[in-house]
């Protein structure tokens, strides 16, 4: 069972950057492929970023250039850094990590881009 706690989300003016961190209960968090998603009101939830348990990243085509995902094993964190945000970034964030049979997401932390 791996538990997921995000933090750092809250309310940014359009340009600003916030950082995203999401702690692991866990002492094997290191073989989980980690990922960001975020759902806005009224959309499905969408893939951000994510990071392999190797390092390999892969972003959504409108994060690219903006955000960096990147992961600490030894603190058992991965974070989300978003810079240049846009008030279409304002969604609810989450944090998931992702091995073969199991999947464990977050509660979210909401973040608020005004214009």
């Known amino acids: 069972q791996v538990q997921l706690v995000e933090s750092g989300g809250g309310l940014v003016q359009a340009g600003g950057s916030l950082r995203l961190s999401c702690a692991a209960s866990g002492r094997i968090f290191r073989i989980y492929d980690m990922g960001w998603y975020r759902q806005a009101p009224g959309k499905l939830r969408e893939l951000v970023a994510t990071?392999?348990?190797?390092?390999?990243?892969n972003y959504a085509d409108s994060v690219k250039e903006r955000f960096t995902i990147s992961r600490e094993n030894a603190k058992n964190t991965v974070y989300l850094q978003m810079n240049s945000l846009k008030p279409e970034d304002t969604a609810s964030y989450y944090c998931?990590?992702?091995?073969?049979?199991?999947?464990?997401w977050g509660k979210g932390t909401l973040v608020t881009v005004s214009s």
């Open positions: 990071i392999t348990s190797g390092g390999s990243t």
């Open positions: 998931n990590a992702r091995k073969t049979g199991m999947d464990y």
